[in-house]
């Protein structure tokens, strides 16, 4: 089973920009489809980007579009999400996630998903 951890979750003001790390281990991560979630308190966990194994193909829901990027660096077993332009209602306790991937050109959705980090917060305050 692979195993995630985040970090790089802050506090910062609207506008600003934050860069999310996921390292993974256990599993090399060019087999697996990656992904971020977010859960705001109240709110269901919902998938936000997602990324094929390759890296080749990526995906974003439409409220970060324009404003999120999706990256990984197979070698080094990492993760990215660059979020630039962040609103308030971007505030949410963010997971890195991953499943089995490998040789699919698209990006994984959210039913297909296995493997979770712990989660790490994030708040932009107006």
């Known amino acids: 089973q692979v195993r995630l951890v985040e970090s790089g979750g802050d506090r910062v003001q609207a506008g600003g920009s934050l860069r999310l790390t996921c390292a993974a281990s256990g599993r090399t991560l060019k087999n697996y489809g990656m992904g971020w979630f977010r859960q705001a308190p109240g709110n269901e966990r919902v998938l936000v980007a997602s990324?094929?194994?390759?890296?080749?193909?990526?995906y974003y829901v439409d409220s970060v579009k324009g404003r999120f990027t999706i990256s990984r660096d197979n070698a080094k077993n990492t993760l990215f999400l660059q979020m630039d332009n962040l609103i308030p209602e971007d505030t949410a306790v963010y997971y890195c996630?991953?499943?089995w991937g490998h040789g699919r050109a698209r990006p994984l959705e959210s039913a297909e998903f296995d493997a979770w980090g712990q989660g790490t917060q994030v708040t932009v305050t107006s």
């Open positions: 990324i094929n194994w390759s890296g080749a193909t990526v």
């Open positions: 996630a991953a499943g």
